[in-house]
């Protein structure tokens, strides 16, 4: 089965400092791998994906992840938080393998994101 | 092209009653999911539906719970009975096809009371 671990419930950064959010994950054959952030009584928004080819994704609001095979990891970076990037964040696997049921989007509990100003 | 759309955004319901959520994709997306969101938790997968399709029930419990997604209109979640333990925010989803992102709509939130 397939599983993602976010290690860290919280995060805090200084705006203007890098950020990152931690993601490992557990799944048979190469993964999808998905970020997306969820602001306050609202759905989630997608961020960014990983299928195939280069490691270091970009993605929107000037988000970016690095896919590590060897590590199981596919953490979200950002060079310079800004405040309006405080959310939760969900990192989110999906098996690519066929498999005659549904290949659903299995998601980590969430990390909240707080840049202070 | 709208996004997801589900109505409504706010639900309450007494003990015992039935609950309806409902979920229209965007245009040309003919996959639909659901997840369900606990205070202070994750998503947890649901239910995966096509057209007319149950494709996938295995995170949705057995008893109460059912979904539909008709050739005409909107998906469907129904929880008949409602206990307290229902009360969650739940999200659809829908994709073009499998292996693209989900698209989420923004959510409705039962409470039971």
């Known amino acids: 089965a397939q599983s993602v671990a976010q290690p860290e419930d919280q995060v805090n950064v200084a705006e203007g400092n890098p950020l990152t959010v931690k993601c490992t994950y557990s799944v048979s054959g190469n993964p999808y791998l998905f970020w997306y952030v969820q602001y306050p009584n609202r759905g989630l928004q997608f961020l960014l994906k990983?299928?195939?080819?280069?490691?270091l994704v970009k993605g929107s609001y000037g988000f970016e992840a690095e896919f590590n095979k060897s590590q199981t990891s596919f953490h979200l970076k950002k060079p310079s938080a800004l405040v309006s990037d405080s959310a939760l964040y969900f990192c989110a696997v999906r098996d690519p393998r066929p498999s005659g049921s549904a290949r659903q989007l299995t998601f980590g509990s969430g990390t909240q994101l707080t840049v202070l100003p | 092209n709208a996004g997801v759309m589900q109505n409504p955004r706010h639900l309450v319901r007494r003990r015992g009653q039935e609950a309806r959520l409902r979920c229209s994709p965007m245009?040309?997306?003919?996959?639909v999911y659901w997840y369900r969101q606990l205070p202070e938790e994750g998503l947890k997968f649901m239910v995966y539906l096509q057209k007319e399709n149950i494709i996938d029930e295995s995170g949705m419990p057995k008893e109460r719970f059912s979904a539909e997604f008709p050739k005409e209109g909107p998906s469907i979640l129904r929880i008949q009975q409602v206990v307290r333990g229902d009360s969650a925010a739940y999200f659809c989803?829908?994709?073009?096809?499998?292996?693209?992102?989900?698209?989420f709509g923004q959510g409705t939130r039962l409470t039971v009371v």
């Open positions: 990983y299928i195939t080819g280069d490691n």
């Open positions: 245009k040309g997306h003919s996959h």
């Open positions: 989803a829908s994709s073009p096809v499998r292996d693209t992102e989900a698209f």
